[in-house]
Nanobody
């Protein structure tokens, strides 16, 4: 059974930094794209950043130049380094991974989410 567990959220002042981690565990055969999404109160969930197994990255325009996504394939872990945080970055951040268990096809798995709050 595959699980994604996030950590690293919290409360930070505007201009500060946080680093989120998301570790995948279970009977994992292969992981394709890993990504971070966020959802603020009253808003739709949006893609923040994604990274392929080969290391190609994509970012939402609102976070380009401030956030960096990376991954450690040996640890099945994806990271999101968030710098120069703004109050509008406040949201629940969730990771998603495209994972294939042995003998199955690729499926999307989601973490439970971690709260990031940026105070002004």
């Amino acid at each position: 059974q595959v699980q994604l567990v996030e950590s690293g959220g919290g409360l930070v002042q505007a201009g500060g930094s946080l680093r989120l981690s998301c570790a995948a565990s279970g009977s994992i055969f292969s992981i394709n794209t890993m990504a971070w999404y966020r959802q603020a109160p009253g808003k739709q969930r949006e893609l923040v950043a994604a990274i392929t197994s080969g290391g190609s990255t994509d970012y939402a325009d609102s976070v380009k130049g401030r956030f960096t996504i990376s991954r450690d394939n040996a640890k099945n872990t994806v990271y999101l380094q968030m710098n120069s945080l703004k109050p509008e970055d406040t949201a629940v951040y969730c990771c998603k991974a495209d994972i294939r268990e042995r003998g199955t096809r690729f499926l999307d798995y989601w973490g439970q989410g971690t709260q990031v709050t940026v105070s002004s």
